[in-house]
């Protein structure tokens, strides 16, 4: 079981990003997937969830109005779309599969700034 994140970078306040977690060694679609985030010095904190069939999703207040987590179970991959970034959004952003083996991503790093 494997989730490789990919997708972050700098941009500037206001600015997009697209992150992307790629799944292999189980069934993709059979499963919920997350998204989290850690900044310097704080706790790893939810960000979005969404069903195996993607027709259910949730988002942390934190994101709300400005992300949105999607998911394509024919290319075994998990988006998180992320609008109007703020500088408190720098963290970096992790993948989760909780009931796969609770497995987790390496992360990737989002740093918005001007």
């Known amino acids: 079981v494997q989730l490789v994140e990919s997708g972050g970078g700098v941009v500037q306040p206001g600015g997009s990003l697209r992150l992307s977690c790629a799944a292999s060694?189980?069934?993709?679609?059979?499963?919920?997937m997350r998204w989290y985030r850690q900044a310097p010095g704080k706790e790893r904190e939810f960000v979005a969830g969404i069903s195996g069939n993607g027709f259910t999703t949730g988002i942390a207040d934190i994101a709300k109005g400005r992300f949105a987590i999607s998911r394509d179970n024919a290319k075994n991959t998990l988006y998180l779309q992320m609008n109007s970034l703020k500088p408190e959004d720098t963290a970096v952003y992790y993948c989760n599969a909780p009931n796969a083996y609770n497995t987790w991503g390496q992360g990737t790093q989002v740093t918005v700034s001007l």
């Open positions: 060694g189980f069934t993709f679609s059979s499963y919920t």
